[in-house]
């Protein structure tokens, strides 16, 4: 048999965003954003790590892409602070900022790797949610569209692939069901599901905006996709699995491919009251941008159980293992419909996330025969504890293990017919947790970097090495 490898022009890439890597969180006229206020509360990060200075790539961000480039690399996923280009939200443009990454795009080209830009990973200007709440507000819509439609004019010339929003699901159940993003709000339903309507709404105008800049860009939003699993073929269990990805995947995916929430979900949140308000012109637009995406992307680590929950079961709380240690990850669930209990068939990672290579295939093939979409990984990692040896060296073999298994499955989904353009791992380099600070690292580079300082040294992790002969060998060398 011939060996497995991904198709010519396979877009080999590596994945960070702005505010877990790039610090300098108030130089050069930037503005603050809603992390660089949430982190200061105490008690809501591992150590009340912060982003202020991160590691350092707006210092570092030459060294750090003449890495990518010796690595081979042939995408780069990374953000924007919406912040560092219009402290205020909207209004004048920063040039300093906007300075930062005409040079980052500019390093990228020059080495030939193919920049691809996310405009929102999670850090909405501070100044918006004074003025009305951000994401709270349809004027949000507007003044995302605006800072959208500024980037599609500047860098239409440079950058082709664009992703408008990262992980909505994620940002806006931690913001506003489980209060472990900001706003920090718990349990707020309503809310939520119309937050949600919002970033649908700046994502469909800024698609529709785009393809009328940049008619062969590419554009789409990224997914964090969970697939799911019914614990047994016990009916009620898979009719748990099924009414979960109502809620919890097709919700967002549905939305981004059809441009309609999924009518059973719809249904079951309208007679609870807390389904959003959904006008004709709301669905008209939908329903136009999602003609218009050319991929869906999918951010990928891990698959969930699906077991049915009596009314009195368990309902998910706002508490997480941000420490490191097993086994202390509460079991979420919505009474009367499904509960997640752990899969025994799968090994987990430091931080109680389920190991399940499979399930990316699983994935693919799902989003294929569902949406019939082109799909790009955007995300795909492990979180680990990794040790710098006296001679400052990463044996990282569980990491190698890992992406090994997870890209040999996605070479298989493309065999068998998924057309993927591009796999991003996460990350390049270390770089900040959201909630578990420094001690939890993805990437190819070492950073020498805790909560309490570090030289911010870059150190290649023996993954490094091991990822520049897949992409040498469009993946033949894992086969
Ligand atoms: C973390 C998370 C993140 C996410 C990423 C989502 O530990 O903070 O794993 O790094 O994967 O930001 O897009």
Same mark, same amino acid.
């Given at each position: 048999?011939?060996?497995?490898?991904?198709?010519?022009?396979?877009?080999?890439?590596?994945?960070?965003?702005?505010?877990?890597?790039?610090? #300098?969180?108030?130089?050069?006229?930037?503005?603050?954003?809603?992390?660089?206020?949430?982190?200061?509360?105490?008690?809501?990060?591992?150590?009340?790590?912060?982003?202020?200075?991160?590691?350092?790539?707006?210092?570092?961000?030459?060294? +750090?892409?003449?890495?990518?480039?010796?690595?081979?690399?042939?995408?780069?996923?990374?953000?924007?602070?919406?912040?560092?280009?219009?402290?205020?939200?909207?209004?004048?443009?920063?040039?300093?900022?906007?300075?930062?990454?005409?040079?980052?795009?500019?390093?990228?080209?020059?080495? $030939?790797?193919?920049?691809?830009?996310?405009?929102?990973?999670?850090?909405?200007?501070?100044?918006?949610?004074?003025?009305?709440?951000?994401?709270?507000?349809?004027?949000?819509?507007?003044?995302?569209?605006? %800072?959208?439609?500024?980037?599609?004019?500047?860098?239409?010339?440079?950058?082709?692939?664009?992703?408008?929003?990262? /992980?909505?699901?994620?940002?806006?159940?931690?913001?506003?069901? *489980?209060?472990?993003?900001?706003?920090?709000?718990?349990?707020?339903?309503?809310?939520?599901?119309?937050?949600?309507?919002?970033?649908?709404?700046?994502?469909?105008?800024?698609?529709?905006?785009?393809?009328?800049?940049?008619?062969?860009?590419?554009? $789409? #939003?990224?997914?964090?996709?969970?697939?799911?699993?019914?614990?047994?073929?016990?009916?009620?269990?898979?009719?748990?699995?099924?009414?979960?990805?109502?809620?919890?995947?097709?919700?967002?995916?549905?939305?981004?491919? %059809?441009?309609?929430?999924?009518?059973?979900?719809?249904?079951?949140?309208?007679?609870?009251?807390?389904?959003?308000?959904?006008?004709?012109?709301?669905?008209?637009?939908?329903?136009?941008?999602?003609?218009?995406?050319?991929?869906?992307?999918?951010?990928?680590?891990?698959?969930?159980?699906?077991?049915?929950?009596?009314?009195?079961?368990?309902?998910? *709380?706002?508490?997480?293992?941000?420490?490191?240690?097993?086994?202390?990850?509460?079991?979420?669930?919505?009474?009367?419909?499904?509960?997640?209990?752990?899969?025994?068939?799968?090994?987990?990672? +430091?931080? +109680?996330?389920?190991?399940?290579?499979?399930?990316?295939?699983?994935?693919?093939?799902?989003?294929?025969?569902?949406?019939?979409?082109?799909?790009?990984?955007?995300?795909? $990692?492990?979180?680990?504890?990794?040790?710098?040896?006296?001679?400052?060296?990463?044996?990282?073999?569980?990491?190698? +293990? %890992?992406?090994?298994?997870?890209?040999?499955?996605?070479?298989?989904?493309?065999? /068998?017919?998924?057309?993927?353009?591009?796999?991003?791992?996460?990350?390049?380099?270390?770089?900040?947790?959201?909630?578990?600070?420094?001690?939890?690292?993805?990437?190819?580079?070492?950073?020498?970097?805790?909560?309490?300082?570090?030289?911010?040294?870059?150190?290649?992790?023996?993954?490094? %090495?091991?990822?520049?002969?897949?992409?040498?060998?469009?993946?033949?060398?894992?086969?």
């Amino acid at each position: 048999m011939d060996k497995l490898q991904m198709p010519a022009n396979f877009l080999w890439g590596s994945a960070s965003a702005a505010y877990q890597i790039e610090g #300098a969180y108030q130089e050069d006229g930037k503005g603050l954003s809603n992390w660089d206020e949430f982190v200061k509360l105490p008690g809501k990060t591992y150590q009340n790590s912060t982003g202020e200075v991160a590691v350092d790539h707006y210092h570092r961000f030459k060294e +750090d892409v003449a890495l990518m480039a010796e690595m081979g690399l042939k995408t780069y996923r990374f953000s924007i602070s919406w912040a560092r280009l219009f402290p205020q939200g909207r209004g004048e443009v920063n040039q300093a900022g906007l300075a930062f990454y005409e040079n980052l795009i500019a390093e990228c080209l020059a080495y $030939g790797i193919e920049p691809m830009v996310t405009l929102y990973h999670w850090d909405i200007p501070q100044a918006l949610e004074e003025a009305y709440g951000g994401w709270e507000s349809p004027q949000v819509i507007q003044d995302y569209l605006d %800072y959208a439609h500024f980037l599609f004019q500047h860098f239409k010339d440079k950058v082709n692939y664009w992703i408008t929003i990262n /992980e909505q699901n994620i940002f806006t159940t931690f913001g506003w069901m *489980t209060a472990l993003h900001p706003p920090g709000k718990l349990q707020q339903e309503k809310l939520f599901y119309q937050v949600n309507h919002h970033v649908f709404l700046a994502h469909a105008q800024a698609v529709i905006a785009f393809k009328e800049i940049m008619p062969n860009g590419k554009i $789409g #939003a990224s997914f964090a996709y969970s697939p799911s699993y019914a614990l047994d073929c016990d009916p009620k269990n898979a009719m748990s699995k099924l009414d979960f990805d109502d809620l919890k995947n097709f919700w967002w995916m549905d939305v981004y491919a %059809y441009g309609r929430y999924p009518k059973s979900a719809y249904q079951h949140l309208a007679k609870k009251g807390v389904a959003p308000v959904v006008s004709e012109a709301d669905s008209e637009l939908l329903v136009k941008a999602a003609s218009k995406i050319d991929f869906m992307g999918v951010n990928y680590y891990q698959t969930t159980v699906c077991e049915y929950n009596p009314l009195d079961g368990v309902a998910s *709380t706002g508490e997480m293992n941000t420490t490191g240690k097993k086994g202390t990850n509460q079991i979420s669930g919505v009474p009367g419909i499904y509960k997640n209990p752990t899969n025994p068939y799968l090994k987990t990672t +430091d931080w +109680d996330w389920t190991i399940d290579p499979m399930g990316l295939r699983y994935a693919c093939k799902e989003i294929t025969s569902r949406y019939n979409l082109p799909i790009i990984i955007s995300e795909n $990692g492990l979180g680990a504890f990794d040790e710098l040896t006296a001679d400052h060296h990463i044996h990282d073999d569980y990491r190698i +293990d %890992y992406l090994a298994q997870h890209i040999k499955e996605l070479m298989i989904a493309v065999e /068998e017919g998924s057309d993927i353009w591009a796999y991003c791992t996460w990350s390049f380099t270390d770089l900040l947790s959201w909630l578990n600070g420094y001690q939890k690292r993805y990437g190819f580079v070492y950073v020498d970097r805790s909560e309490s300082g570090g030289s911010l040294d870059r150190y290649k992790k023996d993954s490094f %090495y091991w990822y520049k002969e897949v992409i040498a060998s469009n993946g033949q060398s894992i086969d």
